[in-house]
Nanobody
Framework: QVQLVESGGGLVQPGGSLRLSCVAS????????MAWYRRAPGKQRELVAV???????NYADSVKGRFTISRDNGKNTVYLQMNSLKPEDTAVYYC?????????????WGQGTQVTVSS
């Protein structure tokens, strides 16, 4: 069992920056990877960034070069640094943790945090 709590969303002007945080608790040692997803109004959920236990990262083409996913294992926290924000980045952002046990995949989700990019 894993619990995730996101924070850091808000209103920012185009070109601005925000840093999202996701604190994990529970069976954190079983987590294989963590990710950030987002869902914009009227659109499907989109994978934004992934970081594995080995530190490998991957990004959606739409955010590559602007967003950075990182982690602080001592704080059980994953971050998403968002720079050069665009209006199309407006969405609810969700933290995701992937747990692999007994050859099965389990996904855990935070409550979401709203990011609004507008002038």
């Amino acid at each position: 069992q894993v619990q995730l709590v996101e924070s850091g969303g808000g209103l920012v002007q185009p070109g601005g920056s925000l840093r999202l945080s996701c604190v994990a608790s529970g069976s954190i040692f079983s987590i294989n990877a963590m990710a950030w997803y987002r869902r914009a109004p009227g659109k499907q959920r989109e994978l934004v960034a992934v970081i594995t236990n080995g530190g490998d990262t991957n990004y959606a083409d739409s955010v590559k070069g602007r967003f950075t996913i990182s982690r602080d294992n001592g704080k059980n926290t994953v971050y998403l640094q968002m720079n050069s924000l665009k209006p199309e980045d407006t969405a609810v952002y969700y933290c995701n943790a992937v747990q692999r046990l007994n050859l099965r995949r389990y996904d855990y989700w935070g409550q979401g945090t709203q990011v609004t990019v507008s002038s």
